[in-house]
Nanobody, 124 residues
Framework: QLQLVESGGGLVQPGGSLRLSCAASGFALSYYAIGWFRQAPGKEREVVACTSGSGRYTKYADSVKGRFTISRDNAKNTVYLQMNSLNSEDTAIYYC?????????????????WGQGTQVTVSS
C-alpha cells in the first residue's frame, strides 16, 4: 500500500517561507500524480498544487500562484512544496495525496492515498 508522510510544517512569520516534504513508501511516486491540499478549521479542504507523475506539469490554486512551487524528486521518492511569502490565509493543515493516474485531474475525490498532514501556522 502506498503510504505518504508529510513533514516540514511549523510556525512561521508572515512573509516567511517553509518547505514541506512528502515522502512515499510502498510504491514509486513516478507513476502517480501527487497533490498538496490544505484545510483550515471551519473551512473546506482545498487543492493547493499538483505535479504530474513525470514532474513536467504542475498546477496551482490561484491563491498560491507565484508564491508556492511544487516539485518532485522521484529518485528520493519525495515531493516538495516550497512556500514563500506566507500570510495568515495560508494557515492550515497541509496534506499530500496520491492519485492513481499520472495526470493531476481536478478536485481531490480521485486522490486515494493520503498522508497524516502537517500543520502550518503563519503568525507574528
Amino acid at each position: 500500500q502506498l503510504q505518504l508522510v508529510e513533514s516540514g510544517g511549523g510556525l512561521v512569520q508572515p512573509g516567511g517561507s517553509l518547505r514541506l516534504s512528502c515522502a512515499a513508501s510502498g510504491f514509486a511516486l513516478s507513476y502517480y500524480a501527487i497533490g498538496w491540499f490544505r484545510q483550515a478549521p471551519g473551512k473546506e479542504r482545498e487543492v493547493v498544487a499538483c505535479t504530474s507523475g513525470s514532474g513536467r506539469y504542475t498546477k496551482y490554486a490561484d491563491s498560491v500562484k507565484g508564491r508556492f512551487t511544487i516539485s518532485r524528486d522521484n529518485a528520493k521518492n519525495t515531493v516538495y512544496l516550497q512556500m514563500n511569502s506566507l500570510n495568515s490565509e495560508d494557515t492550515a493543515i497541509y496534506y499530500c495525496a496520491a492519485r492513481l493516474y499520472p495526470d493531476c485531474g481536478v478536485g481531490f475525490t480521485s486522490y486515494t492515498s493520503w498522508g497524516q498532514g502537517t500543520q502550518v501556522t503563519v503568525s507574528s
